[in-house]
């Protein structure tokens, strides 16, 4: 039971950090394996180099996670954090070779993955007893990507890829000037009597909703590593696959938009069945049919779901599960063990599967590690007086 008294977030400052966050995202997500494709580095290789991003993602965010529940300044830990990164990732400017990317990715994501947590903690900490406005604090940070995205798809048309580290750098000089103007929210109080971090991982619906997360990044490893790639080798141009990666964005925002009724209307168990059984029906299109371009644009309006729902209702979940002193650890359990192990793992063997036979095979697995994260929390998420039970 939370004891605080309700404190109105800096919806604008909040809402600039996401901006530039997503910024960064909707510039290497698509375009960072288009970078090392054209440094002439195998799939393996950018599956690798994925890998090793995605890696850090299952450790760091713990270790910063409980340095920051420990000392309580989560918005310290952030801008220690991005001014790191920073530093890390120009290394990338100097070293093109393969051991030079691959430690500086390692470097540069043990610091990356420090902020995104624990920013989520300090929003959620502002919002406290209202979660549900959540959705639409996070929805800039989709018009940021969307702004990337886009932007960088019309520029680089006709141009090499060689710009794309530079793009990244701004936008890290930018999350960083971002941390800078956002307040650490007020201390939230709890009872004594909280239950242990080990008593909330071990309950039977948290560890279900562990392995539906990690399933869910692993199937979007694919999308992360090699969307773009596995389009060019179709024959599409860069600024149609910019706009491509772009509507799957612009549909998340509907979706932030419309969750907090969602939420009444539906209950978030029933969203997130919702969600896992379209990211089977999205990666199955995509991977058996990638020549039409119809297929393609409904594929990517199902992003909505495969992101926009499933990552509002399970933040909607974990918050639930994870206050107070734990909340800085649960979320750095989420990103740890699906973005991190999820997506690590995920990248990996797309990387290797790429070579062997190309996106449709890679695609085809996302959507079987869908359908198992669907069983899993169809079974799993049941238990009275849980959030994920309507």
């Not at 039971?1 to 309700?6: A, D, E, I, R």
């Given at each position: 039971?939370?004891?605080?008294?309700?404190a109105e977030p800096p919806v604008w400052r909040i809402s600039?950090?996401?901006?530039?966050?997503?910024?960064?995202?909707?510039?290497?997500?698509?375009?960072?394996?288009?970078?090392?494709?054209?440094?002439?580095?195998?799939?393996?290789?950018?599956?690798?180099?994925?890998?090793?991003?995605?890696?850090?993602?299952?450790?760091?965010?713990?270790?910063?996670?409980?340095?920051?529940?420990?000392?309580?300044?989560?918005?310290?830990?952030?801008?220690?954090?991005?001014?790191?990164?920073?530093?890390?990732?120009?290394?990338?400017?100097?070293?093109?070779?393969?051991?030079?990317?691959?430690?500086?990715?390692?470097?540069?994501?043990?610091?990356?993955?420090?902020?995104?947590?624990?920013?989520?903690?300090?929003?959620l900490t502002f919002l406290r007893d209202q979660p549900q406005?959540?959705?639409?604090?996070?929805?800039?940070?989709?018009?940021?990507?969307?702004?990337?995205?886009?932007?960088?798809?019309?520029?680089?048309?006709?141009?090499?890829?060689?710009?794309?580290?530079?793009?990244?750098?701004?936008?890290?000089?930018?999350?960083?000037?971002?941390?800078?103007?956002?307040?650490?929210?007020?201390?939230?109080?709890?009872?004594?009597?909280?239950?242990?971090?080990?008593?909330?991982?071990?309950?039977?619906?948290?560890?279900?909703?562990?392995?539906?997360?990690?399933?869910?990044?692993?199937?979007?490893?694919?999308?992360?590593?090699?969307?773009?790639?596995?389009?060019?080798?179709?024959?599409?141009?860069?600024?149609?696959?910019?706009?491509?990666?772009?509507?799957?964005?612009?549909?998340?925002?509907?979706?932030?938009?419309?969750?907090?009724?969602?939420?009444?209307?539906?209950?978030?168990?029933?969203?997130?069945?919702?969600?896992?059984?379209?990211?089977?029906?999205?990666?199955?299109?995509?991977?058996?049919?990638?020549?039409?371009?119809?297929?393609?644009?409904?594929?990517?309006?199902?992003?909505?779901?495969?992101?926009?729902?499933?990552?509002?209702?399970?933040?909607?979940?974990?918050?639930?599960?994870f206050y107070g002193p734990h909340q800085g650890r649960g979320?750095?359990?989420?990103?740890?063990?699906?973005?991190?192990?999820?997506?690590?793992?995920?990248?990996?063997?797309?990387?290797?599967?790429?070579?062997?036979?190309?996106?449709?095979?890679?695609?085809?697995?996302?959507?079987?590690?869908?359908?198992?994260?669907?069983?899993?929390?169809?079974?799993?998420?049941?238990?009275?007086?849980?959030?994920?039970?309507?």
């Open positions: 039971m939370h004891l605080s008294t309700q600039a950090f996401y901006f530039f966050y997503f910024a960064s995202v909707g510039t290497l997500s698509p375009y960072w394996s288009l970078y090392l494709d054209w440094r002439g580095f195998s799939g393996a290789d950018i599956g690798e180099m994925a890998a090793a991003l995605a890696a850090t993602k299952i450790f760091a965010p713990y270790v910063w996670g409980a340095l920051a529940d420990r000392t309580g300044a989560r918005m310290g830990v952030v801008r220690i954090a991005a001014a790191c990164a920073l530093l890390a990732f120009s290394v990338v400017l100097v070293r093109t070779d393969y051991l030079g990317i691959f430690l500086a990715m390692l470097v540069y994501g043990f610091f990356w993955n420090a902020n995104l947590p624990q920013f989520e903690a300090n929003t406005r959540y959705s639409k604090l996070r929805l800039w940070g989709s018009v940021g990507f969307i702004v990337a995205v886009m932007g960088i798809g019309w520029w680089a048309r006709d141009a090499s890829p060689a710009f794309v580290p530079y793009v990244t750098l701004a936008w890290l000089v930018a999350i960083f000037a971002a941390s800078l103007w956002v307040p650490e929210a007020p201390a939230q109080k709890t009872h004594t009597s909280s239950a242990s971090l080990r008593g909330i991982v071990t309950q039977p619906a948290v560890l279900a909703l562990f392995a539906a997360c990690f399933l869910v990044q692993l199937g979007h490893g694919p999308y992360y590593a090699f969307y773009t790639l596995y389009l060019v080798a179709q024959g599409y141009s860069r600024e149609l696959i910019g706009a491509l990666w772009a509507l799957g964005v612009v549909a998340e925002i509907g979706v932030f938009l419309l969750m907090p009724r969602w939420y009444v209307d539906w209950g978030a168990r029933r969203l997130l069945l919702w969600a896992l059984g379209l990211a089977v029906v999205r990666w199955t299109l995509i991977a058996l049919f990638p020549n039409i371009l119809a297929i393609l644009v409904f594929a990517q309006l199902l992003h909505a779901a495969t992101f926009g729902v499933f990552h509002g209702v399970v933040i909607h979940i974990f918050h639930h599960f979320q750095a359990l989420y990103s740890s063990l699906s973005f991190g192990a999820g997506g690590a793992v995920g990248a990996l063997y797309a990387g290797y599967l790429w070579d062997m036979g190309g996106g449709q095979i890679i695609f085809g697995v996302a959507a079987v590690a869908s359908a198992v994260a669907w069983w899993i929390a169809y079974r799993g998420l049941v238990i009275a007086g849980n959030p994920a039970h309507p």
